[in-house]
T-cell receptor
């Protein structure tokens, strides 16, 4: 069964600290993996899209990694800011029926 | 100011009434999507449209209907047949099919009592 699992479910960090969010997937065949940021009560905003051949991709203070062999991805946030408080969702696109499999997200709270 | 808009932000209806959620985009995207988001669940696809006058059912289409008469607009009707309509509804669009980045609207929170 195609699944995307994220950990931790929630995380609290202090402003200025770094953190890493994890995404494990069992989707096959694989097409691409995306990370979205969703503020409470708003629509998701894309952070990165990574294909099979990409190991690392950065978007400002956000860096995503992908290990297609172990089917794992991580999202590293550097020097966190209060505005980083949001839910971060990992999404994997299948290669055959082209469906998007959505994770449940990690809820991040950045405290002053 | 390009983007995708949804209205209204909050919507309240009585059980048994149909309700239509609006979604408009001025990004010139061909594809549009409707998702439903519930607490503790990932986004679930209701309907999608790759081109004007054509749309396909997603994973949870029962109790919903859509139309795509214009490229810019993709309204979603929640009918009285939908058993549990209270949810956060998100509309998205993309240049082409699902391999491209999807841009989301701000969402509509529907409450049915």
């Amino acid at each position: 069964k195609n699944q995307v699992e994220q950990s931790p479910q929630s995380l609290i960090i202090l402003e200025g600290k770094n953190c890493t969010l994890q995404c494990n997937y069992t989707v096959s065949p694989f097409s691409n993996l995306r990370w979205y940021k969703q503020d409470t009560g708003r629509g998701p905003v894309s952070l990165t899209i990574m294909t099979f051949s990409e190991n690392t991709k950065s978007n400002g203070r956000y860096t995503a990694t992908l290990d297609a062999d172990t089917k794992q991805s991580s999202l590293h946030i550097t020097a966190s800011q209060l505005s980083d408080s949001a839910s971060y969702i990992c999404v994997v696109r299948t290669g055959n029926n082209r469906k998007l499999i959505w994770g449940l997200g990690t809820s991040l709270a950045v405290n002053p | 100011d390009g983007g995708i808009t949804q209205s209204p932000k909050y919507l309240f209806r009585k059980e048994g009434q149909n309700v239509t959620l609006s979604c408009e985009q001025n990004l010139n995207h061909d594809a549009m999507y409707w998702y439903r988001q519930d607490p503790g669940q990932g986004l679930r696809l209701i309907y999608y449209s790759q081109i004007v006058n054509d749309f396909q059912k997603g994973d949870i289409a029962e109790g919903y209907s859509v139309s795509r008469e214009k490229k810019e607009s993709f309204p979603l009707t929640v009918t009285s047949a939908q058993k549990n309509p209270t949810a956060f509804y998100l509309c998205a669009s993309s240049i082409g099919d699902g391999s491209y980045e999807q841009y989301f609207g701000p969402g509509t929170r529907l409450t049915v009592t």
